[in-house]
């Protein structure tokens, strides 16, 4: 199992290093340079004490994509996709119609906390996991479960 999640994780580092590579180049064909402090150094290569596989792949306040720093490049990639996977859900609906009947500071209020909480519980059962099964096992098993669904839909719907 070890040698798969290295495998992995050197996969990765490589397919990094091609894109800032690759980003590094497109920079200077447009004139902008990245800063060598908070970019990308010399070959593609991570800044000096930044190692993908020790887990220290974004120091603190390092610049991301965009010119952010990688926290603020994360929790705004994680509030698009949160925003945009549940706007127009069944749970919003049902929000909505609460709110129509019921308080909406108490409705706004449950609903923060319970989709926080849901949403942690989430994070946290992905970490686990994450460590547990490799990528391509958990792509592999969604896929088939998502087949799955798609011919019990085709044909066994009415």
Known sequence: MSDRVS???EEVEEELNIHTTNKKNEDKKSGDSMDEEGGVGAG???PSGAS?????????????VGGLSTETNVLF???ILTFLAEWGDRSQIAT??????KDPYGVTI??????SLCTGMAVVGGRMLASKISEKTVSFWGGCIFLAFGVHALFLEE
Do not use: K, R, T, W
């Not at 993908?52 to 991301?64: D, E, F, K, L």
């Not at 449950?110 to 989709?115: E, P, S």
């Open 96 to 101: 909505i119609a609460l709110a129509a009947a």
């Open 7 to 9: 495998d992995e994780l």
């Open 110 to 115: 449950g609903a923060c906390f319970g989709h």
């Open 77 to 79: 990639q994680s509030f």
């Open 44 to 46: 593609g290569e991570a």
């Open 52 to 64: 993908i596989a020790s887990g220290n792949a974004a120091p603190s306040g390092q610049v991301g």
